[in-house]
């Protein structure tokens, strides 16, 4: 019931604005990550977590389905570097992230003809290449890396919401599972912590910029110009 009020209120939304509809165009760009994850030990104490900050390699390349002047659909594909910094106990830091490779899909409202508006949407990631650092204190301990790792929930569901003026945008994102999936956390050939870590939310801001998409061919109700004799 709640789905077809919603669809009624987009459609009468759309159908009553007055601008033609464009074709299809594409945009891309990249962004840069500030993330931070909650997490618990195996007993369920809260760790500590420090703020984690990404730049590579980032990308999108999103179609966009204008209705209208005011509202319209997105879906695409992009890459992410994505994960979190933590201290299990005094000295030990733990790093963890995986590059994610996304299919997200939403819908924008707002002024679409002046870039600024906001998208309401998801995503389905796939946590491709996974990396672990473990230090105690600055020093370098351990070091694991693999593809389609078991440290991670493979496939992991995402909501997001952003703001978007002209190029630039700001976008916060939650990971609805667990980041990571408990391990045993290695610190050197005898010290390890188990089952490491028992949750692990994560969430993020990020600072991006998507280029401008250019439509191909005339908009949809566009009439054709008319051609003028001058002999």
Known sequence: MKFKIIALLLIAFTATDSVAQKKPYFTNGGDMIFSYGLATDSAGNDVTSNLRFSSWYHFEEILNIDFSKSAGFIAGIGLQNVGMITKPSDGITVKQRAYSAGIPIGFRFGDL??????????????????????FDGNKKMQK???????NTNL???????????????????????DFLKPSDIHIDDVSFIPAYPKTSQLFYLSIGYSGKGKSKGKKINEPAPKKVNLI
């Open 155 to 177: 496939l992991n569901p995402s909501v997001f919401l952003r703001y978007q003026k002209k190029s630039v945008y700001i976008c916060a994102k939650y990971y609805l599972l």
């Open 144 to 150: 694991h890396h693999e593809w389609l790792s078991n």
């Open 113 to 134: 003809e002046d870039r600024q508006f906001i998208t309401i949407g998801g995503a389905g990631e796939v946590m491709l290449d996974y990396k672990e650092k473990v």
